[in-house]
Each structure stands twice: as C-alpha cells, then as structure tokens.
C-alpha cells in the first residue's frame, strides 16, 4: 500500500520560499516516476515537476522554471520541492504523485499518468 505524508506548506510573502516534502511508504523512490503537482481554485491540476523513470531525468513547467527544483533522498524515502522567488499567481494545494509506470521524458507532467496521490498541502503567497 502506497502512502504519502506531504508537509512544508503554509504562508509566505512574495519573493519568498518554501520546500515541500513527501515522505512516501509502500514502494521505493527510484523505481517510480515522482511529481509535484498543483491545484487553484476553479483550475485543472497541473504538473509543476517530475521525475521520470524511464529516463531518470528531472522535468519542470516553464512556469517554474529556474524558481522551483525537485530533488529525493532515497534514504529517507521523501521527495522535495524547493520553491524560490514565490509569486501570489504559485498559490495553490500541491500535491506529490507516484506511478510505476515506465514514463519518458516530460509525460511524467501529466497527471493523467499517476495513480497515487498525496493528501495536499497549502502554499499560499500574500502580502
């Protein structure tokens, strides 16, 4: 049985940064594809980054790009996602998902392709 215990959320100033974690039991990190994901009120989820196990490479939206980094520590188990330079527009629940399909490339995007999913938690940026 898969379980996800996210946490790091909470409220922050534009400009400023937080990082998320996943803590995740029942499967191994490096043999699923990995993904921070977000969603804003009347908004679809969306894909803000990944980690691809078919290739073993990091993918990121161009919304993120260059403030937002996903990284894992396969010994505790846990994903992160380090969030720089905030904007209020990043306000959102993000979620952490996992799939053991074999995904390349940027399909690991998708939320499509995930079957596991975090609880959530908030981010919220405000002045």
């Known amino acids: 049985q898969l379980q996800f215990v996210e946490s790091g959320g909470g409220v922050v100033q534009p400009g400023g940064s937080l990082r998320l974690s996943c803590a995740v039991s029942g499967f191994t990190l490096d043999a699923y594809n990995i993904g921070w994901f977000r969603q804003a009120p009347g908004r679809e989820r969306e894909g803000v980054s990944c980690m691809s196990s078919g290739d073993d490479s990091t993918y990121t939206a161009d919304s993120v790009k260059g403030r937002f980094t996903i990284s894992r520590d396969n010994a505790k188990n846990t994903v992160y996602l380090q969030m720089n330079s905030l904007k209020p527009e990043d306000t959102a629940v993000y979620y952490c998902?996992?799939?053991?399909?074999?995904?390349?490339?940027?399909?690991?995007?998708?939320?499509?392709?995930?079957?596991?999913w975090g609880q959530g938690t908030q981010v919220t940026v405000s002045s």
């Open positions: 998902a996992a799939d053991g399909r074999v995904l390349w490339g940027s399909n690991c995007l998708s939320r499509y392709e995930y079957d596991y």
